[in-house]
Structures are given as structure tokens and as C-alpha cells.
T-cell receptor
Framework: KNQVEQSPQSLIILEGKNCTLQCNYTVSPFSNLRWYKQDTGRGPVSLTI?????NTKSNGRYTATLDADTKQSSLHITASQLSDSASYIC????????????FGSGTRLSIRP | GAVVSQHPSRVICKSGTSVKIECRSL??????MFWYRQFPKQSLMLMAT?????????EQGVEKDKFLINHASLTLSTLTVTSAHPEDSSFYIC?????????FGQGTRLTVV
């Protein structure tokens, strides 16, 4: 069964601290994995996309890693800011115009001042 | 990149009335669009796949007569929630995809009173 599991379910950290979110998947065939940030009451916005051959990709303070052998990905946030408070969703699947993609349940991150 | 515009961002309606949500692709022609529903603290759940010029494909458990989808052009798909009930209150998000990327609308918060 195609599944995407994220951990932790929720996380609270102090402003300025780093954190790492985890994503494990069993989706096959695998094409790419994407991390999205979803602010409350808004649609998801793409942070990074990683293909099978990529191990690490950075986007500012966000760094995603991918281990295609163990089917694990992580999203590391450095020097967190209050605006990082959001849900972070891991999405996996073969991307074409009509194929289904699998969503993780997300990690709700709260940054405290 | 593609921009998806979704309207309205929030709507409150009375039980028994119908509500229409619009999803527009501003930057490219989308033969396929996707409609999702999201409950609080949960991930996105695919409701239906909207196909330009033909009938939508609904996921199991989604009532096609209640959630009417029209995809009359390559840039516009609409979701109409008919005879709305309080249990239809949710966050609805549309999406479209290129070959490598998924784009999401801003979402519509529907509250049925």
C-alpha cells in the first residue's frame, strides 16, 4: 500500500533553534518527493522537490535530504523564525498531469518567541 | 511558474443552499485539475479529478451529485457544493500539475450554518 508517514505530528521550538522533520514512504514507483509548507488557512506552497538521484537540496534555511534506499526524507530548518510556524507536508509519487500523488499527514510546527 | 487562483477564500452559507468555488489557472492550460478537502489538523484528501470537456472522476465515498464539478475550459474548474450541510464545512483546495510540479490554490474555507 502506498503510504507517506511523517513525524513528529507536532513540534514546538524556540525562535532561532533548528529542527528536523521526518518523512518515510512506501510509494512505488517513485519519481520525486516534495516538501510543502502550508500556513493556516492557505494552500500548500512548494519548498523543495527531490528526484530519485538527489540526496540533498537547499532552499534558503530549508534543507531537504533523501535516502531512496531506505525511503526516508528529512527537512531541516535552520535558525527558525516565527514565520516558519506552519504545517509541513511531505508529498510523494509519480508526477504526471493525471496521476495521483500521496500526501503525508503533515507536521505542525510552532515557533515560540 | 503556474499560478492557481481560487475564489472565494472563505464563504459562510446557510444549510440547504449551494456554494460555488472557482479555480483558475493563470499561467498555463490545464486539462486536468484536482479538488481536495482538508479537515483541521489533517492532510489533504483527494475528492475528484476534474477533466476538461468531460466528466470528473470522483474518489470512493465522494457523492458526485453533491459535489458538482465543471471543467468547461482549460483555465477554469468549478466545484459546487449543493444543498450544503454543516458537515460539509471544511477547507477546499484545488490543484493543477505540470509534468514535474503540483500547484495549489489558496483554498476556500466553507462554513455551513
Amino acid at each position: 500500500k502506498n503510504q507517506v508517514e511523517q513525524s513528529p505530528q507536532s513540534l514546538i521550538i524556540l525562535e532561532g533553534k533548528n529542527c528536523t522533520l521526518q518523512c518515510n514512504y512506501t510509494v512505488s514507483p517513485f519519481s520525486n518527493l516534495r516538501w510543502y509548507k502550508q500556513d493556516t488557512g492557505r494552500g500548500p506552497v512548494s519548498l523543495t522537490i527531490m528526484t530519485f538521484s538527489e540526496n540533498t537540496k537547499s532552499n534558503g534555511r530549508y534543507t531537504a535530504t533523501l535516502d531512496a534506499d531506505t525511503k526516508q526524507s528529512s527537512l531541516h530548518i535552520t535558525a527558525s523564525q516565527l514565520s516558519d510556524s506552519a504545517s509541513y507536508i511531505c508529498v510523494v509519487g509519480p508526477y504526471s498531469s493525471a496521476s495521483k500523488i500521496i500526501f503525508g499527514s503533515g507536521t505542525r510546527l510552532s515557533i515560540r518567541p | 511558474g503556474a499560478v492557481v487562483s481560487q475564489h472565494p477564500s472563505r464563504v459562510i452559507c446557510k444549510s440547504g443552499t449551494s456554494v460555488k468555488i472557482e479555480c483558475r489557472s493563470l499561467d498555463f492550460q490545464a486539462t486536468t485539475m484536482f479538488w481536495y478537502r482538508q479537515f483541521p489538523k489533517q492532510s489533504l484528501m483527494l475528492m475528484a479529478t476534474s477533466n476538461e470537456g468531460s466528466k470528473a472522476t470522483y474518489e470512493q465515498g465522494v457523492e458526485k451529485d453533491k459535489f458538482l464539478i465543471n471543467h468547461a475550459s482549460l483555465t477554469l474548474s468549478t466545484l459546487t457544493v449543493t444543498s450544503a450541510h454543516p458537515e460539509d464545512s471544511s477547507f477546499y483546495i484545488c490543484s493543477l500539475r505540470s509534468n514535474t510540479e503540483a500547484f495549489f490554490g489558496q483554498g476556500t474555507r466553507l462554513t455551513v450554518v
